[in-house]
């Protein structure tokens, strides 16, 4: 499944003004701790969301100030404001899809972006300013109530967003949701598993449509045995469009982004130039055209798009990675080569998706075990599985823009990488950081580019950038940013317990398979320049209850500071840094409780699932709020 300064923001190398909660600071700021907190012990700690952790401030005279941290919850799935269902589902026409209970919601919160927008008014203007929130809802995970639906709901329904009015407190930074309405896609063809998100810096929501429907099967092509592909268009194409067959998949796994005015009303633009894969998100770095996308699932690329015009997605050039492995220590080091895939615009895209272009205009392909003649062909491995694949005449971009990790498998790219989640940015540094959830399939199968052990723990990459760079053809890559290298950050290496002697998963007493005070799972990621610190939310099922946590790069101390109910994933990960003179880490969870928490061992499982139930209504609700001290907001830079 994006954040950027907690923002008390003051800097390690300058001093600066910090606000408190209520007042001015007189003295100047020197650096900034987090002080974690222990994991949850009790049944009614290991079933919210909640922190107990807190933030040390050392002035520049030498005093100290530590805040208390807390978790301020803004609103829930399925709470109504102003008659309208937060996370509400919607069809083509803009009806509320319902079942028994009403209208159906999203369990599941997401990418969020915390906008000012010029000319936007307060609810109440004489106590407060006025700021915007954009959600994102990945999914909805638990069936329909229609007496028919079973199991879980994932893919099968459309994806959502919402824009929330906040009015925010002048004096101590306190969010009120004021006003909510969902974010219409109809235009676009609607929602697919919105993931992460960014804001840019051009004051837009850029978010994400992850796990691309394979367009191949759509067809009625036959799947490949070993494909990751899970996703059901079908289902999703009879809930939004009312038949089963109207969704075309190429019309998903693309860049919505999202514009707000200041009355409120949005508009959505979905990219196709960037290309499309399974997107957790994208990340840009400071020039505004040079874009890191990360792939998840299994055998998945890592993909860069330059823009031809700073702030402005429309069009651009498209790469895909080449690694070369030079350490297989702590999740392994690598060097990166860039190829170059093709160069478009939306326009051009959008143009070839209307007319009506399927897989097989695109590719010829065989099964991997397949006994006819496969000269021409070339063998892949990707997320879609193990295939002989062989371009049809002048159909590279098409490949490149519609297909594009297969394409870029059949032109040599390493499409090994696992579980690739969210990414930052260090302008500081001009680095990107690379979260792995998982090590697994490909990049432990010694089989093509990568070959390090599995750790279902994960682990952060760092990749170094470099101008002046060169793709595999010779020529110039556009850009001062360009990743060289990838390199394991050895303290945030997942703390798995890896398997026995016999190969069976290594437990502690309650069922998790990853140590306490470690990372585990890292799905979000944001780098707050100001205090040199990253910021990580998990999702695993490798441990019962997921956390967020801040690691400064300087002191290599790793903290964490936010727990969410069991079996949730932390979600929505984002750093606001100074908005009016205050500061929020934002993070959503969704799904609590998932699977009854059947993987959990301890002896109070009955009162976890019991307050699980009781707290979220019988696993319906999820929360979307900030961390913030226990008067308000944090403090921010001035």
């Keep these: 499944m994006e954040l950027k300064p907690l923002i008390i923001a003051l800097s390690t190398a300058f001093g600066v003004t910090v606000l408190s909660s209520t007042a001015c600071a007189k003295s100047t700021a020197n650096s900034v701790e987090f002080i974690g907190m222990p994991a949850p012990s009790s049944a009614n700690e290991k079933a919210d969301i909640y922190t107990t952790a807190q933030v040390k401030i050392t002035y520049r005279n030498g005093g100290?100030?530590?805040?208390?941290?807390?978790?301020?919850?803004?609103?829930?799935?399925?709470?109504?404001?102003?008659?309208?269902?937060?996370?509400?589902?919607f069809d083509s026409d803009e009806n509320p899809l319902n079942?028994?209970?009403?209208?159906?919601?999203?369990?599941?919160?997401?990418?969020?972006?915390?906008?000012?927008?010029?000319?936007m008014r307060a609810a109440k203007p004489r106590a407060n300013r006025p700021l915007a929130l954009v959600t994102q809802y990945e999914y909805k995970e638990l069936p329909p109530n229609d007496g028919v639906s079973t199991g879980g709901f994932w893919s099968k329904l459309p994806a959502t967003m919402s824009v929330a009015k906040l009015d925010q407190h002048k004096r101590t930074g306190v969010l009120e949701v004021v006003d909510y309405d969902h974010i219409s896609f109809s235009a676009v063809n609607g929602g697919w598993i919105h993931c992460g998100s960014t804001l840019s810096a051009w004051n837009t929501h850029i978010g994400s449509e992850e796990y691309e429907p394979d367009a191949k099967t759509h067809e009625g092509l036959a799947k490949a045995s070993d494909s990751d592909d899970g996703t059901d268009m079908n289902s999703f194409s009879k809930y939004y469009f009312g038949d089963e067959a109207t969704a075309n998949p190429y019309h998903y796994g693309l860049v919505p982004e999202?514009?707000?005015?200041?009355?409120?009303?949005?508009?959505?633009?979905?990219?196709?130039?960037?290309?499309?894969?399974?997107?957790?998100?994208?990340?840009?770095?400071?020039?505004?055209?040079?874009?890191?996308?990360?792939?998840?699932?299994?055998?998945?690329?890592?993909?860069?798009?330059i823009a031809d015009n700073a702030e402005d997605l429309s069009a651009g050039t498209l790469y895909a990675a080449k690694v070369t492995q030079t350490s297989a220590d702590n999740g392994g080091s690598f060097d990166l080569q860039w190829i170059r895939l093709g160069h478009a615009s939306n326009a051009e895209i959008q143009a070839m998706v209307?007319?009506?272009?399927?897989?097989?205009?695109?590719?010829?392909?065989?099964?991997?075990?397949?006994?006819?003649?496969?000269?021409?062909?070339?063998?892949v491995t990707t997320y879609m599985g193990t295939e002989w694949l062989r371009l049809k005449p002048g159909m590279e971009k098409a490949a490149a823009f519609l297909e594009t990790r297969r394409y870029a498998a059949l032109l040599g790219a390493t499409t090994e990488f696992?579980?690739?989640?969210?990414?930052?940015?260090?302008?500081?540094?001009?680095?990107?950081?690379?979260?792995?959830?998982?090590?697994?399939?490909?990049?432990?199968?010694?089989?093509?580019?990568?070959?390090?052990?599995?750790?279902?723990?994960?682990?952060?990459?760092?990749?170094s950038t470099a101008k002046e760079q060169r793709d595999m053809?010779?020529?110039?890559?556009?850009?001062?940013?360009?990743?060289?290298?990838?390199?394991?950050?050895?303290?945030?290496?997942?703390?798995?317990?890896?398997?026995?002697?016999?190969?069976?998963?290594?437990?502690?007493?309650?069922?998790?398979?990853?140590?306490?005070?470690?990372?585990?799972?890292?799905?979000?990621?944001?780098?707050?320049?100001?205090?040199?610190?990253?910021?990580?939310?998990?999702?695993?099922?490798?441990?019962?209850n997921n956390y967020a946590w801040a690691f400064n790069i300087d002191t290599r101390k790793l903290s964490r500071i936010l727990s969410v109910p069991m079996a949730a994933e932390a979600t929505g990960l984002t750093i606001a840094p100074n908005y009016n003179g205050f500061a929020y880490i934002l993070s959503n969870f969704q799904h609590p409780g998932e699977g009854n928490i059947s993987s959990y061992t301890g002896a109070d499982k009955d009162a976890v699932l019991n307050a699980i139930n009781t707290k979220w209504d019988n696993k319906k609700k999820a929360a979307i709020g900030y961390i913030g001290t226990a008067d308000g907001a944090l403090p921010a830079l001035k």
């Design 354 to 379: 209307d007319n009506g272009i399927k897989f097989s205009d695109i590719f010829d392909f065989l099964p991997a075990d397949t006994t006819e003649d496969t000269a021409g062909y070339t063998k």
């Design 473 to 544: 053809d010779g020529n110039i890559i556009p850009s001062d940013f360009v990743g060289t290298t990838l390199v394991s950050i050895p303290e945030l290496v997942g703390g798995w317990f890896g398997k026995d002697s016999d190969g069976n998963t290594i437990k502690d007493k309650e069922g998790n398979q990853c140590e306490q005070d470690k990372l585990c799972g890292p799905d979000n990621v944001r780098y707050v320049d100001s205090i040199r610190t990253l910021f990580l939310g998990e999702d695993t099922s490798r441990r019962n």
């Design 99 to 119: 079942d028994r209970d009403g209208q159906m919601a999203s369990d599941a919160p997401d990418g969020s972006s915390l906008m000012n927008i010029p000319g």
């Design 64 to 89: 100290t100030r530590i805040y208390d941290l807390k978790y301020h919850q803004l609103m829930a799935t399925t709470n109504v404001i102003n008659g309208q269902v937060v996370g509400g589902l």
């Design 258 to 305: 999202v514009t707000v005015t200041k009355d409120g009303s949005t508009s959505v633009v979905k990219h196709y130039a960037p290309g499309r894969f399974a997107r957790e998100m994208q990340e840009m770095a400071s020039d505004n055209r040079t874009a890191i996308g990360g792939d998840d699932g299994k055998n998945t690329g890592l993909f860069m798009f």
């Design 418 to 463: 696992s579980k690739m989640e969210y990414i930052a940015y260090n302008d500081e540094d001009r680095k990107f950081y690379l979260t792995i959830s998982r090590v697994e399939a490909g990049m432990i199968d010694g089989k093509g580019d990568i070959k390090v052990a599995r750790n279902d723990g994960g682990i952060i990459l760092e990749m």
